[in-house]
């Protein structure tokens, strides 16, 4: 049966969910699953935004079907080629054989690679075509790495909405409120949508901006993304967090604690560095054992907060390897503008710090803190005052900001 919902007089919400999934893209932890969304716009011609991961397919063709009735399906714009948005193209084809895809230059040579016998029904856009479906004026808007090389946006010019793509998306599936103001977005979405933007999206941040550039100048009332929830209302809220995001400036004051301890000493001079930092008024901290936390937790937050500190036992003279993952992740998602403390442990050849120093180097506007310790085995009175020392050292720069 279907489930669609109203979104416009005449666009409707024709995606689903799949709150099974385990892993999006078989790596990111999915505890509320997610949702693929499509949209369908019955205008003098009816036109399909995107299709959907083809898990959800039957449920997503019978919301098509229900909704067309007896009408075709005249076009099918492709904003974004992943399988998990285009796997449906196929058997849309199939059931509308008169359909006409619309998409990116790019878009049309992947339909190719991804096995899509559609050649002769693609109409390729480039930057700023238009389209007039009725009473509808479409614009089309190149969004190269957005985060694929192929992605466009489509900006309805006459009710306002804008088909974003996987922009404005989020990780988490939707039960019956499709819109962002019908849930508590600060409780229940935006550390999800943060978890999906900065693992996902985050490496190409100047390409993001280059998108906000272009959807300023638009008189945007809805924007319309292909996972998560639809925005009709404070949409300055969501922007102004793609803006942060993508300038790679933190959200807040904070500090993300993040240790890797084998045998609990290590970890002892993470809770002491924590217990200080609170003690010296410093309570927006978030703690994490890395090897308990997948790492799209870890890089979430440390695109939140101002301050990082990291603290790694020395493993086979590397760094601990989940510890080395997080490190490494954040300088392939480009993470920069950070202030960040290093300890290491070791019992013979301390060397997970000066090894975490090398990456923070290669990154961007990334200050390490001078205060730095190096723990033999336990904690002793002497590096337990160096602890204090950066936790102190924390403070005095965030006083600075
Ligand atoms: C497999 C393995 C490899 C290690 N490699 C090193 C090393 O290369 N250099 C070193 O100084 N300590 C090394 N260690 C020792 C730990 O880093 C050290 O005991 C540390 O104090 C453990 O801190 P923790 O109590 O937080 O787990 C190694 C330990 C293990 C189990």
């Not at 098509?64 to 796997?87: K, T």
């Not at 819109?179 to 996902?200: C, K, L, S």
Request: aromatic letters at 12%; a negative charge.
């Amino acid at each position: 049966m279907q489930c669609v919902r109203k979104i416009t007089d005449d666009l409707y919400f024709v995606g689903a969910n799949d709150k099974r999934l385990a892993l999006f893209e078989n790596i990111h932890p999915l505890p509320n699953g997610t949702s693929y969304n499509s949209y369908l716009l019955l205008d003098e011609k009816t036109v399909l935004f995107d299709t959907a991961d083809w898990s959800v397919s039957r449920q997503f063709l019978e919301n098509i079907e229900y909704l067309l009735g007896d009408r075709p399906l005249d076009y099918l714009v492709v904003g974004h080629m992943e399988p998990d948005h285009g796997a449906s193209i196929h058997e849309v084809l199939l059931r509308y054989p008169k359909v006409k895809i619309i998409c990116s230059n790019k878009a049309s040579m992947m339909m190719n690679q991804f096995g899509f016998d559609c050649q002769k029904r693609v109409k390729v856009v480039k930057e700023k075509d238009t389209m007039s479906f009725g009473k509808h004026e479409v614009t089309f808007y190149m969004a190269p790495m957005v985060h694929w090389p192929e992605v466009m946006v489509t900006f309805d010019n006459t009710n306002g909405v804008l088909f974003s793509a996987d922009a404005f998306g989020s990780f988490g599936s939707l039960d019956g409120k499709l819109f962002a103001d019908e849930v508590d977005y600060d409780r229940d979405w935006i550390e999800e949508a943060r978890r999906y933007y900065t693992n996902i999206v985050s490496k190409y941040g100047p390409q993001v901006q280059k998108l906000l550039a272009k959807a300023g100048g638009l008189p945007i009332k809805y924007i319309c993304p292909l996972h998560g929830l639809v925005w009709r209302k404070d949409l300055g809220y969501f922007i102004d967090k793609y803006d942060k995001w993508s300038k790679y400036e933190p959200e807040e004051q904070g500090v993300l604690i993040a240790y890797a301890s084998m045998y609990g000493d290590t970890e002892c001079a993470a809770n002491i560095l924590a217990n200080e930092l609170c003690q010296k008024g410093i309570t927006n901290i978030a703690m994490y054992d890395v090897s308990k936390t997948h790492i799209s937790y870890l890089i979430s937050d440390a695109f939140k907060y101002s301050h990082m500190a990291l603290l790694s036992v020395t493993y086979n003279l590397k760094i601990f390897p989940p510890m080395n993952s997080f490190v490494e992740d954040m300088a392939a998602l480009n993470l920069q503008k950070r202030t960040v403390a290093v300890v290491e442990n070791g019992t013979w050849a301390p060397q997970a710090g000066s090894l975490i120093c090398e990456h923070l180097d290669e990154m961007k506007e990334m200050t390490v803190l001078n205060e730095q310790c190096t723990i033999l085995s336990s904690l002793n009175q002497s590096t337990y005052d160096e602890i204090c020392g950066i936790a102190d050292a924390i403070v005095e720069s965030m006083k600075a900001e």
